[in-house]
């Protein structure tokens, strides 16, 4: 089946935003069950995912098959209307899988063994569980795929889990060989003349195990690559199963936001819904943000719209302390994801849980029943979007600025021995990213491999690695007449981890007017570096430029007087990272002079703008009124009401406007 051939979320959502989520009924007495679809009427609820960690209750022991339960299940929700995402039920194999065949639990770089008693226990290259998952989902698929509840597959949960042990070490040498073919190659590409490390034959090479001192850190680039991989080997396997019994049915898997373990860009090529977990902070100031570049790199690796698979509607259980969402800030959040892609808003979970490790997690309706003020606040959303659902659906939002990132790169930064543990690559990827968002840019989020000509403005926050056709399609994207602005620690390595000659690859240098990098300059936490334009922050670099390069230089210190950004026609560096208002400025004049454009002009500092289709999203993420200014009347789809030339948001408050 061809890309163009195979279901997508809008198979699924047939004109309307999927609400609902995770429905774990086996945790409750089956009179709850009857009681639970009462309520999702009640809130709107027309999709539910089901059997996510269900394992050892469809397959108690080895071979047995208990279907009642979730056949009536299934026929309670079609009866109310109510579609099912069904999941496959592998990633918490039941214990007696563990006991029976201890080569399906996976181990840690100490060689210790990640026992059950929790969720993620399993090898993903053991070939006894993806037996065993396999015949699981075989027998789910011919059951349940012509029900008429079925509206999507949901494969395995959260991919995340690493294997040292041996079945996984033959696993790993079998990729190696794949990749490089001898061991010559291999040798090379690892460096390891480098104390002693030479591999004379395949058995010797090992995952990344505990090693007494640093590992050689090409060898665990590598196995990050691997592990990836080999959860991809199993995602796949089980997805081709589930639609080779139903090709006309859309399959996902829920990616964490921007989570370290999966190249989310590989693995979303292999997704008919590109679909992920979204869990900011309450009390984090910048949480609103935070969860606007997660949506927007979802919807750039879907290429479209996306599902919210699972959010808290209150408090979460894995915090030092947990905070539950204000009043009005779940419905917030829920309609910036709709606003920037998502099709489907759900959560973990329905019913909060009265027992287990997650007993403390939200569910949309709380321990407090129906008469709390979590389910009340989930009723008033599920009739908003059931509102709005007809005109959001299927449409797109259109963006003229891309950020880059990519996960090999920093897989490739994030190794030990580096000039500074205080370069966190998704901190910084977050700061490029505010900066844009307070500007009111709409960004994407693409690959250093994609084609960029559709952009005016390409930003780079860190690409530590880069391969020569990425740099390539950099400098092709600058001919071309684009803008591109890179941060500091861009282009230092190539794919291997081998530091390009002068510290950064000479074509970049070019790009940029740099003659020489001298030295890299680090700064201690909480140190800062003056320029004569900006404060700059976290790092610094000892630079020679072209004399026509240069746009702000160091002001005092060590470096005074060299330059800190340089600019070379369209093509910007920056050595620091400078403090938050500066680096907003910077990236707002450099895309005004490329043509790139906010939503809205003159916004108050609270109000994001977004723009999807043909409707406008104003989302005010602050507690007291504000006016916005928008000449005409425009229509508001929430509330049905009309609005002249301004429009007055409340705490917390979302108009959807069509002029």
């Known amino acids: 089946m061809t890309a163009l051939d195979r279901p997508s979320l809008a198979d699924a959502t047939r004109g309307r935003i999927l609400f609902g989520g995770d429905y774990n009924p086996e945790q409750w007495p089956e009179e709850t069950w009857h009681e639970d679809v009462r309520l999702m009427r009640d809130a709107g609820v027309n999709s539910v995912t089901l059997g996510v960690f269900s394992w050892s209750r469809l397959e108690p022991e080895p071979g047995a098959r208990e279907f009642g339960w979730l056949d009536t299940l299934m026929d309670l929700m079609h009866a109310n209307g109510i579609g099912v995402v069904l999941a496959t039920p592998t990633s918490a194999p039941p214990p007696w899988l563990g006991r029976l065949y201890p080569d399906t639990l996976p181990r840690d770089e100490n060689g210790d063994v990640e026992w059950w008693g929790g969720r993620q226990h399993f090898s993903h290259s053991s070939a006894t569980y993806r037996r065993h998952a396999a015949a699981i989902t075989e027998d789910l698929a011919a059951r349940y795929g012509g029900h008429p509840a079925l509206t999507m597959w949901h494969i395995n949960n959260e991919y995340c889990t690493a294997d040292h042990g041996d079945e996984a070490a033959v696993a790993f040498r079998r990729w190696l060989r794949e990749k490089y073919g001898t061991l010559d190659a291999l040798n090379t590409a690892w460096g390891t003349d480098f104390w002693s490390q030479g591999y004379d034959s395949w058995e010797t090479v090992l995952p990344a195990r505990r090693a007494h001192y640093l590992k050689n850190p090409t060898q665990v680039l590598d196995f990050r690559r691997f592990t990836s991989d080999m959860l991809l080997e199993c995602y796949l396997a089980e997805r081709d199963i589930v639609a080779r019994h139903t090709p006309h049915i859309p399959v996902t898997t829920n990616f964490m936001p921007l989570f370290f373990g999966q190249d989310a860009w590989r693995w979303a090529e292999e997704e008919d819904v590109v679909s992920v977990d979204l869990y900011p902070d309450p009390r984090d100031p910048l949480g609103a943000q935070h969860g606007a570049l997660v949506q927007d790199l979802t919807r750039s690796q879907a290429r479209g719209p996306w599902m919210l698979m699972e959010q808290a509607a209150g408090p979460v259980n894995w915090r030092g302390v947990n905070h539950p969402k204000p009043r009005g800030l779940n419905r ?13 808003v759900c959560y973990f979970q329905w019913r909060q849980s009265r027992q287990g490790a997650e007993k403390f997690h939200s569910g949309m309706v709380s321990h407090a029943g129906e008469r ?55 901190a910084v990827l977050h700061a490029w990213h505010r900066a844009l968002w307070e500007s009111r840019l709409t960004t994407d989020f693409a690959h250093p491999g994609h084609d960029l000509g559709g952009y005016r403005l390409v930003v780079v926050p860190q690409l530590y690695a880069l391969t020569d056709a990425a740099i390539d399609n950099l400098l092709a994207y600058v001919r071309g007449g684009g803008t591109l602005v890179a941060g500091f620690l861009t282009g230092v390595a190539d794919e291997d981890d081998r530091v390009r000659p002068g510290g950064m690859d000479p074509r970049l240098r070019e790009l940029f007017g740099i003659r020489t990098l001298h030295e890299w300059w680090p700064l201690e936490a909480g140190e800062h570096v003056e320029t004569d334009g900006f404060r700059g922050t976290l790092w610094s670099e000892e630079l020679e430029a072209e004399p026509d390069a240069v746009e702000t230089r160091y002001k005092g210190g060590e470096l005074d007087g060299l330059p800190a950004v340089l600019r070379r026609d369209r093509a910007w560096y920056v050595s620091t990272l400078p403090e938050p208002a500066a680096l907003r400025a910077l990236l707002a004049g450099i895309a005004a002079d490329a043509g790139a454009r906010p939503v809205l002009e003159g916004l108050p500092p609270e109000v994001e703008a977004v723009r999807r289709g043909e409707l406008l999203f104003l989302l005010h993420h602050g507690r007291e009124p504000v006016t916005v200014r928008l000449p005409g009347t425009h229509h508001d789809l929430l509330t049905g009401t009309s609005r002249t030339d301004e429009i007055t948001l409340g705490r917390y408050g979302v108009v959807v406007l069509r002029s």
């Open 332 to 344: 917030l959040w829920s309609l910036q994801a709709v606003a920037r892609g998502a099709d489907a």
């Open 372 to 426: 709390g003020r979590t389910f009340q606040e989930v009723k008033q959303l599920g009739a908003e979007l059931a509102r709005i659902g007809g005109e959001v659906t299927g449409s797109r939002i259109t963006a003229d600025v891309a950020i880059l990132h990519d996960w090999h790169a920093w897989w490739a930064g994030a190794q030990d021995g580096r000039p500074s543990t205080h370069v966190d690559h998704p």
